[in-house]
C-alpha cells in the first residue's frame, strides 16, 4: 500500500512538472512571436522615419531659399563697400546679380513655407 502511494504521487508530480513545462514553452513561444513582431515594428519604424526625415528636408527647403535670397542680398548691398579692398587683395569682385522676387512670388514664400494651394 504505501509503494502504490508512493507510485501515485509521483506520477501526480510528473504531471504537475510536465504541465509547467509545457505552460513554460508556451510562454516561451509567446516571447518568441512578439520578438518577431518587434522586429518587423522597428524596421517599419525606421522606414517611416527615413520618409518623415524626407519630409522634413523639402519643408524646410523654402525656408532656407528665403534665407539665401536675404544673405545674397545683404552681400550684394554691402559689395561696394568692400570691393576695393577684394581689389587691393587680388580678389576680383563683379557686379551682383540678385534675382528679383515678384509679389506674387514673395506671397508664395510667406514665412518661409510655401502654400499648400499654389505650385511652386
Known amino acids: 500500500m504505501g509503494q502504490n502511494r508512493a507510485a501515485r504521487a509521483q506520477n501526480r508530480m510528473t504531471r504537475d512538472v510536465l504541465a509547467h513545462l509545457r ?9 518568441r512571436g512578439l520578438r ?18 524626407e519630409f522634413r528636408a523639402v519643408r524646410a527647403a523654402a525656408a ?29 569682385w563683379r557686379r551682383c546679380d540678385v534675382p528679383r522676387v515678384s509679389g506674387s512670388d514673395r506671397a508664395r514664400w510667406q514665412g518661409g513655407r510655401q502654400r499648400a494651394s499654389q505650385p511652386l
Do not use: F, T, V
Request: aromatic content about 4%.
Open 23 to 31: 505552460a513554460i514553452s508556451a510562454q516561451q513561444s509567446k516571447i
Open 36 to 53: 518577431n513582431k518587434l522586429a518587423i515594428l522597428r524596421e517599419a519604424a525606421g522606414r517611416h522615419a527615413d520618409a518623415l526625415g
Open 64 to 92: 532656407a531659399y528665403s534665407q539665401c535670397l536675404a544673405e545674397c542680398m545683404r552681400r550684394c548691398a554691402l559689395a561696394p563697400r568692400w570691393a576695393p579692398r577684394a581689389l587691393i587683395n587680388g580678389l576680383h
